[in-house]
Nanobody, 125 residues
Framework: QVQLVESGGGLVQAGGSLRLSCAAS????????MGWFRQAPGKEREFVAR????????YYTDSVKGRFAVSRDNAKNMVYLQMNSLKPEDTAVYYC??????????????????WGQGTQVTVSS
């Protein structure tokens, strides 16, 4: 079992920044990859970013490349999503998720085994 708790969401103006955090507990943190997803009202949950178990490899959806950065601290059991140059279309509930399988990439929600409760990010224009 893995427990995940997100924090750091809030209201920010367009062009601003936020840093989301996800605290993990349960299984050895460095044994699984982590992903960030988001879900806007009336839309499906979509992939945002992924980071490998070691933190060396990262992957992003095209719409956030160059603006968002995912990182992890395996000593602290934490994963982060630094979001810069935020746009109103980034408004959504953001979720962190754990992928226990050994794979190079995972962009589908069904590939992830455990999820946090989500944190709201609202970007005003």
């Amino acid at each position: 079992q893995v427990q995940l708790v997100e924090s750091g969401g809030g209201l920010v103006q367009a062009g601003g920044s936020l840093r989301l955090s996800c605290a993990a507990s349960g299984r050895t943190f460095s044994s699984y990859a982590m992903g960030w997803f988001r879900q806007a009202p009336g839309k499906e949950r979509e992939f945002v970013a992924r980071i490998s178990r070691s933190g060396i490899s990262t992957y992003y959806t095209d719409s956030v490349k160059g603006r968002f950065a995912v990182s992890r601290d395996n000593a602290k059991n934490m994963v982060y999503l630094q979001m810069n140059s935020l746009k109103p279309e980034d408004t959504a509930v953001y979720y962190c998720a754990a992928d226990l399988a050994a794979r190079n990439r995972g962009t589908e929600p069904k590939m992830y085994n455990f999820w946090g409760q989500g944190t709201q990010v609202t970007v005003s224009s």
